[in-house]
């Protein structure tokens, strides 16, 4: 079955750092463009950042470009969001996401907070 499974949420203070991970299975992922969206609470989804297939693109929303960086790692099947400057508005749910599957991960929990 095809899964995505993120992980590395969790509390952190304003200006703090975190690194998640999206680890995939069931499918070949090194074809596949990848992406991370989020939900704030009370808010819809919001598109954070996708990556090409190889890695050699990416692209970013305004309000994450220079403070989040999105990688793979297609020899471990897993996609990572490394993060950076947080602050409250980026507290929310993130989910990875494959959208030529239609697959999305059951998401991890991101909370900054003093």
Same mark, same amino acid.
């Given at each position: 079955?095809?899964?995505?499974?993120?992980?590395?949420?969790?509390?952190?203070?304003?200006?703090?750092?975190?690194?998640?991970?999206?680890?995939? *299975?069931? $499918?070949? $992922? #090194?074809?596949?463009?990848? #992406?991370?969206?989020?939900?704030?609470?009370?808010?819809?989804?919001?598109?954070? *950042?996708?990556?090409?297939?190889?890695?050699?693109?990416?692209?970013?929303?305004?309000?994450?470009?220079?403070? $989040?960086?999105?990688?793979?790692?297609?020899?471990?099947?897993?996609? @990572?969001?490394?993060?950076? *400057?947080?602050?409250?508005?980026?507290?929310?749910?993130? @989910?990875?996401?494959?959208? $030529?599957?239609?697959?999305?991960?059951?998401?991890?929990?991101?909370?900054?907070?003093?």
């Amino acid at each position: 079955e095809v899964q995505l499974v993120e992980s590395g949420g969790g509390l952190v203070q304003p200006g703090g750092s975190l690194k998640l991970s999206c680890a995939a *299975s069931g $499918f070949t $992922f #090194r074809m596949y463009v990848m #992406r991370w969206v989020r939900q704030a609470p009370g808010k819809g989804l919001e598109w954070v *950042s996708v990556i090409s297939s190889d890695g050699s693109d990416t692209s970013y929303a305004d309000s994450v470009k220079g403070r $989040f960086t999105i990688s793979r790692d297609n020899a471990k099947n897993t996609v @990572y969001l490394q993060m950076n *400057s947080l602050n409250a508005e980026d507290t929310a749910v993130y @989910y990875c996401h494959a959208p $030529f599957l239609s697959k999305w991960g059951q998401g991890t929990q991101v909370t900054v907070s003093s």
